[in-house]
Nanobody, 127 residues
Framework: DVQLQASGGGSVQPGGSLRLACVTS????????IGWFRQAPGKEREGVSC????????YYADSVQGRFTISSDSGKSTVYLEMHRLRPEDTAVYYC????????????????????WGEGTLVTVSS
């Protein structure tokens, strides 16, 4: 069975840091792109960052560029999201998702482009 398990969320003050982890299993990790999405109350799910494992291509939303870093450990089939200088507007449930890399035009920010999803982990940034 395919599984994606996101963890690492918590409560931090503005300016703080967290590291999220997405542990995956049940598919060939090196053939997939792993994306991080977030959804705040009353808002649509938005793409935060994505890492295409083949080719190591990355994407960051403008709102997190320079503050968040995505990385992977293929040996552990895990993708990490390092989040620094957190802001109250980063508060959301964060989800990881997996998409088979097929080539061609593909939007890493579109939830519809991902086949598998994990349960979310809550990040709260508040003083």
């Amino acid at each position: 069975d395919v599984q994606l398990q996101a963890s690492g969320g918590g409560s931090v003050q503005p300016g703080g840091s967290l590291r999220l982890a997405c542990v995956t299993s049940g598919f060939t990790f090196d053939d997939y792109a792993i994306g991080w999405f977030r959804q705040a109350p009353g808002k649509e799910r938005e793409g935060v960052s994505c890492l295409s494992i083949p080719g190591s291509l990355t994407y960051y939303a403008d709102s997190v560029q320079g503050r968040f870093t995505i990385s992977s450990d293929s040996g552990k089939s895990t993708v990490y999201l390092e989040m620094h200088r957190l802001r109250p507007e980063d508060t959301a449930v964060y989800y990881c998702a997996a998409a088979l890399v097929r080539g061609g035009v593909w939007d890493p920010t579109s939830p519809a482009g991902y086949e598998y999803w994990g349960e979310g982990t809550l990040v709260t940034v508040s003083s």
